[in-house]
């Protein structure tokens, strides 16, 4: 309606969602911009997929907020957590995952093939949005024919992971080991990180869905963790292997059992991993450098250069 160029950014799902309709009305019609901006090198290859201009495309990665990395540990906060959960984590080794119970997270996969594998002193925390009404939502459409469940879900953003997750945690072999913290104050979540040893994504491929880029990961490298992470989709441009994290095949869970087996051998060495890990995502991932990314976009749109 005006001539002010506009430049969208895309992060993933708004460009995988596997519903026609969406695909005809809003993902094609992006060439109408000016620039096209995908959050990572998968979301790009996406949109290339999709029929999208190469030449509109113009990957800046998502930032972090480096100020986490300032935030102390309270001294009282694991001893009431233990309290809560009813197990004392001083004597534990923690993991742990913060984010949505979609099925592409992995939660359930990892409950059922990689925990139970791992020494008895290691808990699995799981920190995310959880309440019993989306769960009966999830359940529901459950029961819907398979392409029309995994489009509805998807749309919705449903937590369909959930009801396999409460059906692991009532197993006797998972009793104390794992925890669904729910929803937690940003406070709590982050004081939850800098306590734990290592932070998880095991990821697992899901038709019609992506992890476009993986910011949460980021969160937890800035609070000191260690990533190991599924070597899939957008997770690997915000875990870089060797450098703030591992990959490791996602589904595939000898792989994981062996990689977690070796990094919780030795807490220092992996705190010094975590030490590393943050001084590379506090410079490869600050705001400033995701800002400068944007403003060079917008130059280019202003002298022309996708037209």
């Known amino acids: 309606l005006t001539d002010v160029p506009i430049v969208v950014t895309v992060h ?32 790009a290859r996406a949109c290339r997929q999709r029929g999208l201009s190469p030449a509109k495309l113009h990957v800046v990665k998502n930032g972090v907020d480096t100020t986490l990395g300032d935030i102390r540990p309270d001294p009282g906060f694991r001893d009431r957590l233990s309290a809560r959960l009813g197990t004392d984590l001083a004597t534990k080794r923690i993991l742990v995952h913060t984010g949505r119970a979609v099925r592409r997270k992995g939660l ?15 808990v699995f925390l799981m920190i995310g949005p959880r309440s019993s009404s989306s769960a009966r939502t999830a359940r529901r459409v459950g029961m819907l024919p398979g392409p029309l469940e995994r489009r509805l879900a998807q749309l919705l953003a449903l937590p369909m992971d959930e009801p396999e997750i409460r059906r692991a945690l009532q197993r006797r072999s998972l009793r104390g080991r794992a925890f669904e913290l729910g929803a937690l104050a940003f406070p709590d979540m982050i004081q939850t ?111 022309g250069r996708f037209r």
């Open 108 to 122: 359930s996969w990892f409950l059922d093939n990689v925990l139970p594998r791992l020494e008895e002193d290691v």
């Open 193 to 303: 990180l800098l306590l734990a040893d290592l932070f998880v994504m095991p990821n697992i491929a899901v038709a019609g869905d992506a992890e476009g880029f993986g910011l949460v990961a980021l969160e937890a490298s800035m609070c000191g963790l260690f990533v190991l992470a599924s070597g899939m989709e957008g997770i690997t441009d915000a875990i870089v292997h060797g450098s703030n994290g591992y990959h490791v095949p996602p589904g595939d869970a000898d792989a994981w059992v062996q990689t977690l087996g070796h990094l919780l051998a030795d807490r220092d060495e992996l705190a010094r991993k975590g030490a590393m890990g943050k001084r590379y995502t506090s410079e490869h991932y600050c705001w400033s450098r995701m800002a400068e990314g944007y403003r060079e976009v917008f130059r280019q749109v202003s002298a």
């Open 12 to 43: 993933g799902l708004d460009v995988v969602l596997p519903i026609k309709l969406w695909e005809y009305a809003a993902v094609r019609q992006m060439d109408r911009f000016a620039a096209i901006v995908p959050v990572s090198e998968e979301t």
